[in-house]
């Protein structure tokens, strides 16, 4: 398998632009997971999935972020307008019950 | 609430001796508890879990922990540390209820020659 996909790798963008970032979770797991890591916050759990619903969505900053999962095997995470304090490691992770949690490589969002 | 706190930022080891990163938890009921590693610009990788039974859990690359209810600790050890384990490591806890992993802050492991 190869593991939680993600993409783009790297993403450096302009204050006021639409940034997607893209998740393809490990076929068969049913629990998908968005998580920021910045320096000052550490890593913050944004929003999960379960079989494919929005189960819970506190940690989503603000309405300047949305996610979706149209399907089992793929997720957006979208942020518009986008701010030079959006810029963190974004990572989407993916757990079946039972076990414990993989996670992607990461996106690096950089707003200038 | 539940939570994860790792009391020190970074912990400085010499090559081969023992290494321990605390970790302690707050939860209600029985936790689940995980320990996971990231190397410099990777992602996060899985170490060792503890969902019940033995109070020892080995994990990967020569990592244990010892999950101690009376103290509510989850403490990351391995006898004889190496270079390679120069990383940052995160305790998490997970809801019994949902899948969701609580992390704690991170700690910052430096193992010198």
């Known amino acids: 398998d190869a593991g939680v996909i993600q993409s783009p790798r790297h993403e450096v963008t302009e204050m006021g632009q639409e940034v997607t970032l893209r998740c393809k979770p490990i076929?068969?797991?049913?629990?998908l997971f968005w998580y920021r890591q910045t320096m000052m916050r550490g890593l913050e759990l944004l929003i999960y999935?379960?079989?494919?619903?929005?189960?819970?969505d506190s940690g989503m900053p603000e309405d300047r972020f949305s996610a979706k999962m149209p399907n089992a095997s793929f997720s957006t995470l979208k942020i518009q307008p986008s701010e030079p304090r959006d810029s963190a490691v974004y990572f989407c992770?993916?757990?079946?019950?039972?076990?414990?949690?993989?996670f992607g490589p990461g996106t690096r969002l950089t707003v200038t | 609430a539940q939570s994860v706190a790792q009391p020190e930022d970074q912990v400085n080891v010499a090559e081969g001796n023992p290494l321990t990163v605390k970790c302690t938890y707050s939860?209600?009921?029985?936790?689940?508890l995980f320990w996971y590693v990231q190397y410099p610009n990777r992602g996060l990788q899985f170490l060792l879990k503890?969902?019940?039974?033995?109070?020892l859990v080995k994990g990967s690359y020569g990592f244990e922990a010892e999950f101690n209810k009376s103290q509510t600790s989850f403490h990351l050890k391995k006898p004889s540390a190496l270079v390679s384990d120069s990383a940052l490591y995160f305790c998490?806890?997970?809801?019994?209820?949902?899948?969701?992993?609580?992390f704690g802050a991170g700690t910052r492991l430096a193992v010198h020659p």
């Open positions: 939860v209600s009921g029985n936790p689940y």
């Open positions: 998490a806890v997970r809801d019994r209820g949902y899948n969701k992993l609580i």
């Open positions: 992770a993916s757990s079946f019950e039972g076990s414990w949690t993989y």
């Open positions: 999935f379960n079989n494919n619903v929005p189960i819970d």
């Open positions: 076929s068969g797991h049913n629990s």
């Open positions: 503890y969902i019940t039974g033995d109070n």
